[in-house]
């Protein structure tokens, strides 16, 4: 349930939604366009994970050293 609040699912959501409704509706949105934004999208759902990863790791090491690291 937690993958709901993500902001990486929606932003993987929001992004496959526009190619399809684009495509199949014909939106008009230029397929250059729609191209940029899904290599915008991601690069974000890359970087998050990456600063997930590393807050991920922090909070372990930090539970391993007894100490309370949340942020």
């Known amino acids: 349930m ?3 609040k993500s ?4 932003m ?3 992004t ?3 190619i399809i409704l684009n495509d199949g509706l014909d939106l008009g949105i230029d397929q250059d366009t729609v191209l940029a934004f899904a290599g915008i999208m991601a ?4 970087g ?3 600063v ?6 922090k909070a372990a090491k930090a539970e391993e050293d007894g100490s309370d690291f949340s942020h």
């Not at 902001?7 to 929606?10: D, G, H, L």
């Open 2 to 4: 937690n993958k709901f």
């Open 7 to 10: 902001r990486k699912f929606w």
């Open 12 to 14: 993987a959501v929001i």
């Open 16 to 18: 496959g939604l526009l």
């Open 43 to 46: 690069t974000f759902i890359l």
């Open 48 to 50: 998050e994970a990456g």
């Open 52 to 57: 997930d990863a590393v807050r991920s790791k």
